[in-house]
């Protein structure tokens, strides 16, 4: 699996290789900041960004198109449509088990590298527990005709995976498909702008090809830390939901760069990442629901106290503010006829600075996500 990242032009490269000395808090902040396309607005296609990241959380369709807006220089959503809809990039489960967006060619590397997760996901739910003794070769090979076929949601999948099984509950057959085979959710599903069930095929009767044969997780480890490091082994872990990287990790020592967290825990490091200046200005961002900056470190306390980390979790979706690059609120937008309105709900009061600048940040997500509207409100929510 090749590595892939925006040109240096567009990622500026700083370090060398070699042990580094011990990174602060905010050092670690405005690195993750940088790597994630959060410091600046980058002029990056789509297919760039999401590559970069090794995909966006995607279980909420719409979730990208705001993680893009944030990220990119006059991202416009027919951009990711078409994208999608040209099968250039694909709504799928991979790491954590979750739904992602990735590139076509990060599903068909990046599935099997993960088939562990997804695997471990199944064996250890009720689902798996619904199709012990099955012989799952003949479950694949039906459940594969039958998607290849034609397109189907998990519902219809299930019943007619159970006119084969009878005494088989339908919904854990299903469910086992979703982790036993690389499966995408077709258009017009993640579409922006317009709805539709969960529909799924195979990725190879989708994209064409077949998955990576091969797969190894060195370059994936190598891309989760352009993209969100300096991390330990276990941010690593939490990030993909992977486990025992320790021989992994040793392969890949002669080509990484350490450091120390103020803890003392290890950071590894690509040896040219960037490491912006802790005291670099971060401007306000509003992060989508559960974006993955939020949920790929064990140790998050580089963008969100531990205490607001609690607050965070009773948003169900996880629609974070930033300022001054840590998370200090969440974010709602409620469409009513003709108006638009985004409520800010900060953690505790804010500086009339930063009042004032996220109040225009959020006036460009408002008109964004409801576009179409003819009146836009930004308001804040007491503290």
């Known amino acids: ?134 012989d799952n070769g003949a479950l694949v090979a039906a459940a594969r005709a039958l998607l290849e076929e034609r397109p189907r949601t998990n519902a219809e999948l299930g019943r007619l995976l159970q006119e084969e099984w009878p005494d088989r509950d339908a919904s854990s057959m299903a469910y086992a498909i979703r982790n036993l085979v690389a499966l995408v959710q077709v258009p017009p599903r993640g579409i922006w702008g317009k709805s539709g069930q969960a529909t799924l095929t195979t990725a190879e009767a989708w994209l064409g090809r077949p998955v990576e044969p091969d797969p190894s997780p060195d370059e994936m480890v190598m891309r989760y830390l352009a993209a969100f490091g300096p991390a330990t082994v276990r941010d690593v872990q939490t990030w993909s939901g992977l486990t025992r990287l320790g021989e992994v990790i040793g392969r890949l020592r002669p ?91 900060p953690f505790e009061a804010l500086l009339e600075r930063d009042r004032d600048a996220l109040a225009e940040e959020g006036e460009r997500l408002v008109r964004f996500v409801g576009e179409g509207a003819e009146t836009f409100e930004v308001r804040f929510a007491e503290p």
């Open 1 to 134: 699996m090749p590595e892939r990242s925006p040109s240096s032009d567009d990622i500026n490269a700083h370090g060398d290789s070699g042990p580094g000395g011990e990174l602060g808090r905010r050092a670690l902040n405005r690195a993750l900041l940088e790597r994630q396309l959060l410091l600046r607005l980058r002029k990056l296609s789509a297919a760039e960004a999401i590559e970069h990241l090794v995909g966006m959380q995607a279980q909420v369709p719409n979730s990208p198109y705001v993680g893009l807006w944030t990220r990119l220089d006059g991202f416009r959503p027919d951009e990711l449509a078409r994208l999608i809809e040209d099968r250039g990039a694909v709504r799928t489960v991979l790491m954590r088990s979750t739904i992602h967006l990735v590139s076509a060619r990060d599903c068909l590397a990046l599935r099997p590298v993960v088939q562990p997760v997804l695997d471990r996901d199944l064996y250890r739910s009720t689902f798996g527990r619904g199709i012990t003794g099955m």
């Open 255 to 345: 080509r990484l760069r350490t450091f120390r967290d103020e803890h003392g825990n290890e950071l590894l490091d690509l040896p040219d990442a960037p490491l912006p200046d802790p005291d670099t200005p971060a401007p306000p961002r509003f992060l989508p629901e559960f974006d993955n900056v939020l949920l790929s470190h064990a140790d998050r306390t580089r963008i969100i106290s531990d205490e607001n980390r609690k607050v965070l979790a009773k948003d169900r979706l996880m629609r974070a503010v930033l300022v001054d690059g840590f998370v200090c609120g969440t974010w709602n937008i409620t469409r009513r006829r003709a108006a638009a309105t985004l409520l800010i709900e």
